[in-house]
């Protein structure tokens, strides 16, 4: 029997148009667009489908639309009798991996994220800062490189990605000292990323307290399949801890790495990448180049998805 774990995308994976051909093809896609869009009173299917990408670019209008898209795609793999093994997302897409756990509904998943986008975006604008990759280097070489720049202020890891692929976030003056730092010790490339905030930072202190009060007043079940949270890189049960890493996963790093590590140690068989883009499945391959894995973002890849499984 396949061990299918399924990876959901976080922002950064959006593209105006993305599941139209699902939306095109499925009532049931259709009904959770309207679902989601009526729980936050937003036409998602137009945000999504018809942009402009600057409106679907608002981290406010990203969250709730990405994972929509994401769970739209959920829908059809399970509509073909697929069932996940195992869950887990990177940053925004733990909430889609939530939704797909049932340990959060749709509507409670796209209410949460549109306050986190929220909250997310004021806390930029309060805090200002930003983000950069560092390619090439060891976690313990970024690390001693953002200790030397915190002498400009705030900055810390903020994405363990795959070896060798880093993010750091923070103030702006002591992310470019970082990134300085970072090119004369041979990193391979240092890449300034294009961001409205420093987010997995202490910089968004506040939103993680706005978001914890959100979280207090939504349900939380007990996971349905295996999930494997970013704080700890570890699989986790109770409702309760998962509640309180979801907020704290604002503030700390996304252990992207370690949650990979955690489903091919216990025998992870397939991992597919549920909803727009192949990036994950990019950071698979560079944690476990031997690992299978599969795209179910796109009507064609879906059905691609089944035939494969069902054929053993």
Known sequence: ?????????????QAVGMAKDLYDDSPRVREIYERASEAIDVDLASVTFDGPEDELRKTINTQ???????????????AKGLTPWAVAGHSLGEYSALVAAGTLTLEDGVRAVRERGRLMYEAGLERPGTMAAIIGLSEDEVERI????????????????????IVISGEVEAVKRAMDIAATRNARRVIGLNVSGAFHSELLEGARMGLSEVLDGTSFEEPRAIFVSNVTGTAIEDPGEIRRNLALQIVKPVRWAECMKTL?????????????????????????????????????????????????
Do not use: H, Y
């Open 64 to 78: 709730p639309a990405l994972l929509t898209a994401s769970l739209a795609a959920f829908e059809l793999v399970i």
């Open 264 to 312: 091919l140690n216990r025998k992870a068989s397939l991992f597919v990448e549920v909803g727009p883009g192949n990036v994950l499945r990019g950071l698979l391959r560079k944690i476990e180049p031997t690992a299978r894995s599969a795209s179910a973002g796109r009507l064609v890849d879906i059905e691609k998805l089944s035939a494969t499984i069902t054929a053993g």
């Open 1 to 13: 029997m396949e061990r299918m774990a399924l990876i959901f995308p976080g922002q950064g994976a």
């Open 146 to 165: 953002v200790e030397e720049a915190r002498e400009d202020g705030v900055v810390q890891i903020a994405n363990l990605n795959a070896p060798g692929q």
